[in-house]
C-alpha cells in the first residue's frame, strides 16, 4: 500500500525534497517518493510500504525517468526481501511494470542476483541485507554517474561551441527528478549554467503528460536558470531563427547500434537538428545501453492510454474545488488515440552520447560498445551490470 504526506507548497524558499529514498520506519521499511504527478502544484511524498504500491507508483508516472527506475526497481526487491514477501515475483511484476526504460530491469537483476547469491547458503536476513545492499550501490553509482556526465557533457558544449552564451533546447525531463544525483541532460545544462555559459535554457512542454513544462520548468526555476517554456509544434520556428545552439536530450534505452529511444518528440528534434546543423547530443549512463537489443527497431516502445491524449489532465491543486487529477475532455467521446510514451531516434541523427564512462562520437556500434566494454570496466559486486573503476 501506498500513503501520501504532504511535504510543501512548492514556491521560492522551499526544501529541495529528495526523489527517492528508503526509510526505516518504526512499523516497517518503505520506499518514499517525491510524487511527480502533483508537481509543481504541490511537493508530496508517496510512501510505498509494499510492491505493489511501488508498481503503480512506476505506472502511473509518480516516479519515472531511466536512472531513478532503475533505482526505484532495486530498492523494490530489497522491500520485498526485507518485508518477508516474495522476491521472485516482486522482481518479475517491477520489471515489467514499464518496458522500454531498460534501467528498471538493470536495477531489479541487480537486487535480485545479490539476494539470490545470500539466499543459496540459507540465511533469509542476510539475503535481505543483501539485495539492500546493492540497491544502495545502485543508488550511489548513479549519483557519481550524474556528476561524470554533467562534466563530460560541460566539456564537450565548450568543445562543440566555443565561445559560450549556449542555448540549449531540451526535451521532457531529465534532472534530479530522474536520478539519485542532479540528472542526465538537464545535469549538463546545470554544469553550463553554473559556468557562466547558459544564455537560455528551451524547455519544450513535452505533450502529453507536460514533464518538460511541470517538471523541466520546475527544476530550472529552483536552480535560478534562465528558460523559457515552449510548445513542442513551436520548436522547428526556434531553428529556423537560429535561436538554438544545442539540443540535449536523455535516453531510456540505447541498442547496440546507438539508436536511442527517449520521450515522444526526441525524433523530430534530432531531425530538425540535424537540417539546422545543430549538434544533437543524448546523455545517459552506461547503464541504459542495452547491447543486447542489436537495433533501434528492436526496441519495445510502450503504448500509453489514449486519455492521456484525448484529455487534459489537471495536476492535484488544494483549494478552488479542483478535484486532483481531473480529465478535461478535448477530442470528441469515442475518439481514437495514438499515444506511444516513447519515439527511436537512429544513430547517424545523434551528434554525440554522453557517458559516464565517456562520450561516444561519432555514434557507431563498434565506439558504443567500446564504452561498454569490460576491458575498461569491473564487475559490480553481483555481477551483473558495470561500474566504473
Not at 534501467?103 to 539475503?127: K, W
Request: proline share 5%.
Amino acid at each position: 500500500m501506498a500513503d501520501q504526506y504532504e511535504v510543501s507548497e512548492t514556491g521560492a524558499g522551499t526544501l529541495a525534497i529528495p526523489s527517492l529514498r528508503w526509510e526505516e520506519f518504526p512499523e516497517s521499511p518503505a520506499v518514499v517518493l517525491l510524487d511527480q504527478t502533483r508537481l509543481p502544484a504541490e511537493e508530496v511524498e508517496l510512501v510505498c510500504t509494499d510492491v505493489p504500491a511501488l508498481v503503480q507508483a512506476i505506472q502511473t508516472l509518480a516516479v519515472r525517468g531511466a536512472p531513478l527506475l532503475g533505482i526505484a526497481g532495486a530498492y523494490g526487491v530489497a522491500l520485498a526481501a526485507v518485508r518477508g514477501f516474495d522476491v521472485e515475483e516482486a522482481a518479475e511484476a517491477l520489471a515489467s511494470a514499464r518496458p522500454t526504460a531498460v534501467n528498471l530491469g538493470y536495477g531489479v537483476r541487480r537486487a535480485v542476483t545479490a539476494y539470490r547469491r545470500a539466499a543459496a547458503g540459507g540465511d533469509g536476513a542476510e539475503a535481505a541485507a543483501a539485495a539492500l545492499a546493492e540497491a544502495r550501490a545502485v543508488h550511489a553509482e548513479d549519483v557519481e554517474a550524474s556528476a561524470r556526465m554533467a562534466q563530460h557533457g560541460l566539456d564537450l558544449l565548450g568543445e562543440l561551441l566555443p565561445g559560450g552564451g549556449h542555448r540549449i533546447l531540451t526535451h521532457c525531463n531529465t534532472g534530479a527528478l530522474v536520478s539519485g544525483g542532479e540528472g542526465t541532460a538537464l545535469a549538463v545544462a546545470l554544469a553550463v549554467h553554473r559556468a557562466g555559459e547558459l544564455r537560455r535554457l528551451w524547455v519544450d512542454e513535452t505533450r502529453p503528460l507536460l514533464q518538460g513544462a511541470r517538471l523541466t520548468a520546475y527544476e530550472a526555476a529552483r536552480a535560478g536558470m534562465a528558460y523559457t517554456v515552449l510548445a513542442d509544434g513551436a520548436a522547428g520556428s526556434l531553428f529556423a531563427a537560429g535561436e538554438v545552439d544545442a539540443v540535449l536530450i536523455g535516453a531510456d534505452r540505447i541498442a547496440a547500434d546507438g539508436a536511442v529511444a527517449n520521450k515522444i518528440g526526441s525524433y523530430p528534434l534530432a531531425v530538425l537538428a540535424r537540417h539546422h546543423r545543430v549538434p544533437f547530443v543524448v546523455v545517459a549512463p552506461t547503464s541504459t545501453v542495452d547491447l543486447e537489443t542489436k537495433e533501434g527497431a528492436a526496441i519495445e516502445v510502450e503504448q500509453r492510454p489514449g486519455k492521456e491524449v484525448t484529455e487534459f489532465s489537471l495536476p492535484h491543486i488544494q483549494g478552488g474545488g479542483v478535484v486532483g487529477g481531473t480529465g478535461i475532455p478535448v477530442a470528441p467521446l469515442g475518439a481514437l488515440a495514438y499515444n506511444p510514451a516513447f519515439d527511436v531516434t537512429p544513430a547517424e541523427l545523434v551528434t554525440a552520447i554522453v557517458t559516464e564512462a565517456g562520450v561516444v562520437s561519432p555514434v557507431t556500434r563498434e565506439r558504443l560498445a567500446d564504452v561498454c566494454s569490460v576491458s575498461r570496466w569491473r564487475k559490480s559486486r553481483s555481477g551483473n551490470g558495470m561500474m566504473a573503476e
